[in-house]
């Protein structure tokens, strides 16, 4: 007995190969993280700097209070989800062993709608995020490590 396929069959099972699995959730909150709070090498570091960035990631509307974004290499963000890079902190939570050059952008007050006007602090700092199924998926605070 010989099976004849129809062209719309074979259609059909040639798009299911091609087609892109779609990104767990996790993923989603990862390049979320990552939109809000990755900058691999900026550029100035000032007011203006956060002027740009706020605005080009989408944080103007309304204006966001306080935002930092991280400086480096995605792959030590990564690794404090890790014990590589990173140990438990109060709860879920966990803090990075190395420090990171990290910019803080805060709103200089007035209205809450644009344009933003931002003050930018740029400083080396450990951080603190929350990690799911191995991925940075919530930025929580940094703080100044005690220079010995």
Same mark, same amino acid.
């Given at each position: 007995?010989?099976?004849?396929?129809?062209?719309?069959?074979?259609?059909?099972?040639?798009?299911?190969?091609?087609?892109?699995?779609? !990104?767990?959730?996790? @993923?989603? /909150?990862?390049?979320?993280?990552?939109? %809000?709070?990755?900058?691999? *090498?900026? $550029? =100035?570091?000032?007011?203006?700097?956060?002027?740009?960035?706020?605005?080009?990631?989408?944080?103007?509307?309304?204006?966001?209070?306080?935002?930092?974004?991280?400086?480096?290499?995605?792959?030590?963000?990564?690794?404090?989800?890790?014990?590589?890079?990173?140990? !438990?902190?109060?709860? @879920?939570? /966990?803090?990075?062993?190395?420090?990171? %050059?990290?910019?803080?952008? *805060?709103? $200089? =007050?007035?209205?809450?709608?644009?344009?933003?006007?931002?003050?930018?602090?740029?400083?080396?700092?450990?951080?603190?995020?929350?990690?799911?199924?191995?991925?940075?998926?919530?930025?929580?605070?940094?703080?100044?490590?005690?220079?010995?």
């Amino acid at each position: 007995m010989v099976m004849v396929l129809s062209p719309l069959f074979l259609v059909f099972i040639l798009g299911l190969g091609l087609t892109p699995v779609a !990104p767990a959730q996790d @993923d989603y /909150r990862y390049i979320h993280f990552l939109t %809000q709070h990755y900058d691999a *090498k900026p $550029k =100035g570091r000032n007011d203006e700097y956060c002027f740009n960035m706020m605005k080009n990631r989408r944080l103007t509307r309304p204006c966001k209070d306080r935002n930092t974004f991280i400086h480096g290499n995605k792959n030590d963000i990564k690794a404090i989800c890790e014990d590589r890079n990173g140990q !438990p902190y109060r709860g @879920d939570l /966990r803090i990075s062993k190395s420090e990171f %050059q990290i910019t803080i952008c *805060k709103h $200089k =007050g007035g209205s809450s709608r644009p344009p933003c006007r931002y003050g930018a602090t740029e400083d080396s700092r450990v951080i603190v995020v929350g990690c799911e199924n191995g991925l940075p998926v919530h930025f929580d605070e940094s703080f100044i490590t005690p220079r010995h």
